[in-house]
């Protein structure tokens, strides 16, 4: 049987997951996870801005300019 390995995060990504978990708490309430669970797509186009935004990468442009 393989030994259990331990799991430790770094100061900066708690910092980050904090964040994150803040950012959804207040930008996607149950409620809104909800609705989206029932739509085709699973996202408005405010909500894919707004998440995209966070990592930097400019997903949002390029997606939306199609």
């Known amino acids: 049987m393989a030994a259990a390995s331990t799991l430790s995060v770094s100061e900066q990504q ?27 797509t699973g996202y408005t ?8 935004g966070l990592d930097g990468f400019g997903l949002s442009r390029a997606i939306w300019r199609r």
């Open 14 to 40: 708690e910092i980050f997951r904090k964040a994150a978990r803040d950012s959804l708490e207040k930008e996607c309430p149950k409620s809104f996870v909800r609705e989206m669970a029932q739509d085709r």
């Open 45 to 52: 186009r405010e909500s894919w801005l707004k998440m995209a």
